[in-house]
């Protein structure tokens, strides 16, 4: 399976922006539906954005539909999240999640792989 670790989480204010980043080890990154999901305090995990294996297509939870944007780089097997016009309900841990072969989901079930998460908090 893949290992996965985010980084670029912090402190924004609102408005501002962030690109969260998704490192994957191992040979079969391609092979890998990629996605975002996060996780505010005393709240269920929720999906936020997936994208193909080879990067043509996306899909976008409506809350964070245009102002989100994932991306990926099978060359460097990493995976981006370019949050823009970020507001305090984007607060929340955002974890990087991995499907083999399939689509992945929008719920948190059947994901391969999980990062540690990194923390987005964004002060009003």
């Known amino acids: 399976q893949v290992q996965l670790v985010e980084s670029g989480g912090g402190l924004v204010q609102v408005g501002g922006s962030l690109r969260l980043s998704c490192a994957a080890s191992g040979r079969t990154f391609s092979s890998y539906y990629m996605g975002w999901f996060r996780q505010a305090p005393g709240k269920e995990r929720e999906f936020v954005a997936r994208?193909?294996?080879?990067?043509?297509?996306?899909y976008y939870a409506n809350s964070v539909k245009g102002r989100f944007t994932i991306s990926r780089d099978n060359a460097k097997n990493m995976v981006y999240l370019q949050m823009n016009s970020l507001k305090p309900e984007d607060t929340a841990v955002y974890y990087c999640?991995?499907?083999?072969?399939?689509?992945?989901?929008?719920?948190?079930?059947?994901?391969?792989?999980w990062g540690k998460g990194t923390l987005v908090t964004v002060s009003s």
């Open positions: 999640a991995a499907r083999m072969g399939v689509v992945m989901p929008t719920r948190p079930n059947g994901i391969d792989s």
């Open positions: 994208i193909s294996w080879d990067g043509g297509n996306t």
